[in-house]
């Protein structure tokens, strides 16, 4: 479920990622289980890169296909402070080694130069066909 959410951030929009993306990944934060935090972590790493890029209408996709430069919606920037790093805080004083390092990880990604890559976030490559 959390790979899904790190490789749909880049195709969905600002509304999706904070109404159904966001509220799946409060909840997993909490887990019990080690595994599930620390990749918790690192989807908030990738929402992070995404939300510093994504427009207030659209997909960071839509832009790298189109060749467009991004205009980040101050948005994206409220739900990374509001949302993500409070979650990553608590993250970074975990109990296990790994999911403070991912946690550590992805929060400095909220302050690191924005990269222009191409293709789906910077991956280089396009999102998966998933119609039948």
Known sequence: MLTQAQTLASVVSLEVIGKSILPMLD?????DIPNI???VSKTYGELIRV???LPEQGTVYSL???GQPYSPSPRGQELIQSRVMP???KLQKD???DVRYFATTAAAAATAPLTTGTGAAGTGGDPMNTSP
């Open 27 to 31: 909840k997993l934060a909490q887990d």
């Open 51 to 53: 939300l510093r890029k």
């Open 95 to 97: 109990d296990d080694v």
């Open 87 to 89: 979650n990553l805080e």
């Open 64 to 66: 790298d296909k189109a």
């Open 37 to 39: 935090r620390f990749n």
